[in-house]
């Protein structure tokens, strides 16, 4: 009998250790997750994108929200990996920190690590503007980071290019599409860079083929049948991730890499875009 009794007990115990190491797991595994970084690669068709450019990959990030939630010895992985991939230009999407402007500098000074052929180009979001957007703009200057508020550039390489525009944050700013593709020749290819998707809704101008957005974190937290239950967009779960078609273009929204409150991520994972243009 008193055998019986230790097996039980035993049984029990190993019972009670595997249900509180699962606890553990469930309620540890979304803390993990917010540092399984991924790299997203995927190939694009640029309308009007010249044959001699097809193949131009950009990486493409956005929302780090360096902070309490992600700290400086992290972003400086994250500039590694994108070191590491052989792009031809790299876009920041905005939200560089976590609301406040003590984090700026460093994580700038950071960002400037970056280094690709045909630059390092930017635009603002919301939290950048919390946190001071004369100063972001200051320092993203100071570290040779364009940031294209309301903007763009021809991007040249050999004998074609194509264009490169920003706008300003919808949340905190005013967009302002038009100033930002100024210069635009009919026939070229355009890439404009949005902090939030929401701006593709109301874009009027078709020569943009696409746009690269971030803002909404892919909601952070993705359940199965139903999606994010939280989505910082009008438009709900169609900016949420991924490739998107807008009215008048097509848009990429990344997941990002940082978080916000709550600090977790479920079947969402940060990540890092590879985008790769075709013709």
């Known amino acids: ?27 540890g595994y979304p803390v993990w997750e917010t540092r399984h970084l991924v790299v997203n690669r995927l190939k694009v068709a640029l309308p009007r994108l010249p044959e001699s450019l097809s193949g131009l990959k950009i990486a493409f990030l956005a929302d780090i929200h360096v902070g309490p939630f ?62 001071g957007s004369d100063l972001t703009l200051s320092e993203l200057a100071r570290n040779g980071l364009p940031c294209l508020v309301n903007r763009g550039q021809r991007i040249t390489r050999g004998a074609d290019s194509f264009w490169l525009g920003g706008v300003d944050d919808l949340c905190r700013g005013t967009p302002a599409p038009e100033m930002a593709l100024k210069g635009v020749r009919p026939d070229e290819a355009v890439v404009l860079l949005s902090h939030c998707p929401d701006v593709a809704e109301t874009l009027e101008d078709e020569r943009v083929g696409l746009m690269l957005c971030g803002h909404t974190h892919g909601g952070q937290i993705r359940l199965p049948f139903i999606g994010s239950p939280i989505i910082p967009s009008r438009y709900g779960q169609k900016y949420a991730s991924g490739l998107v078609q807008a009215p008048k273009t097509q848009c990429f929204v990344t997941r990002g890499v940082g978080t916000i409150f709550p600090p977790i991520r479920l079947n969402c994972p940060p990540e890092i875009a590879l985008l790769t243009l075709t013709a």
Do not use: C, W
């Open 1 to 27: 009998m008193l055998g019986l009794m230790q097996v039980v007990s035993r049984r029990k115990f190993v019972g009670q250790l595997l249900g509180v190491t699962a606890m553990t797991a469930f309620a």
């Open 70 to 131: 992600l700290s400086a010895h992290y972003l400086r992985k994250v500039v590694n990996r994108i070191n590491s991939l052989g792009a031809d230009l790299i876009a920041l999407g905005g939200d560089y920190v976590h609301r406040e402007g003590k984090y700026i500098a460093s994580t700038v000074t950071e960002l400037a690590r970056l280094s690709a052929p045909l630059g390092v180009f930017s635009v603002l979001g919301n939290h950048d503007y919390y946190a």
